[in-house]
């Protein structure tokens, strides 16, 4: 179990507004280098990057942190959960890590 926790980043889950877009942040503690960073969005097991993650955006790194393209809690989408797998090549090592966002009505009340 414990393996299977330390793919999910510390802040998972969050919590988004449809509509909303933010730039996620990931530390990669103690590493030295962060290269080819990538992204990809899931909802029900589907690919929706394209339409989930800015095109007119770029990955960025500086030092060890690796701020992702703005994401976008898509119309319609309140009550689901997006599911970004976050890639970067650190020191030398492939590392994948997720992030669970959970999307809610611009009128939930809670």
Known sequence: MAAEASI??????VTMVEGEQVAF???WLGAANVAEPD???YKNGTDIT????GAGDEHSISGNVLTLKKLTARAND???RYVVVIEALVDGNVERRKLLVQVVKASAEG
């Open 39 to 41: 992204a990809a969005v």
């Open 78 to 80: 309140g009550g689901a």
């Open 25 to 27: 942040s990931v530390d």
């Open 50 to 53: 394209a339409t989930a993650m």
């Open 8 to 13: 999910w980043l510390i802040e998972s889950p």
